[in-house]
């Protein structure tokens, strides 16, 4: 089992910034590629952004790229979401999640496991 914690999450204003971050515990963290996920109210989930098992590789949806920048720091079993420039239609619950493997996948049946979420609200 791998169990998740996202914090950081709050409302912020359109242009402005936010830090997710995603403790887990568990099993090996370095084994698992992780990746962010989010759900706005009536939407399916939808990918955000993916990183290998060693930081070597990242992902990111065309809607978040150049904008957010996802990392780990394997001591401290931590993934981080770092957002920039955020819009309103970046509004939603953000998930982080693990992927046994050492690829991300963009793919929510993908994954493993699940935190339990965190609330993003930007204003216009």
């Known amino acids: 089992q791998v169990q998740l914690v996202e914090s950081g999450g709050g409302l912020v204003q359109a242009g402005g910034s936010l830090r997710l971050s995603c403790a887990a515990s568990?099993?090996?963290?370095?084994?698992?590629?992780m990746g962010w996920f989010r759900q706005a109210p009536g939407k399916e989930r939808e990918f955000v952004s993916a990183?290998?098992?060693?930081?070597?590789?990242?992902y990111y949806a065309d809607s978040v790229k150049g904008r957010f920048t996802i990392s780990r720091d394997n001591a401290k079993i931590t993934v981080y979401l770092q957002m920039n420039s955020l819009k309103p239609e970046d509004t939603a619950v953000y998930y982080c999640?693990?992927?046994?493997?050492?690829?991300?996948?963009?793919?929510?049946?993908?994954?493993?496991?699940w935190g339990q979420g965190t609330q993003v609200t930007v204003s216009s």
């Open positions: 999640a693990a992927r046994a493997g050492y690829f991300g996948s963009t793919l929510y049946n993908e994954y493993n496991y």
């Open positions: 568990g099993r090996t963290f370095s084994n698992y590629a």
């Open positions: 990183i290998s098992w060693n930081g070597g590789r990242t």
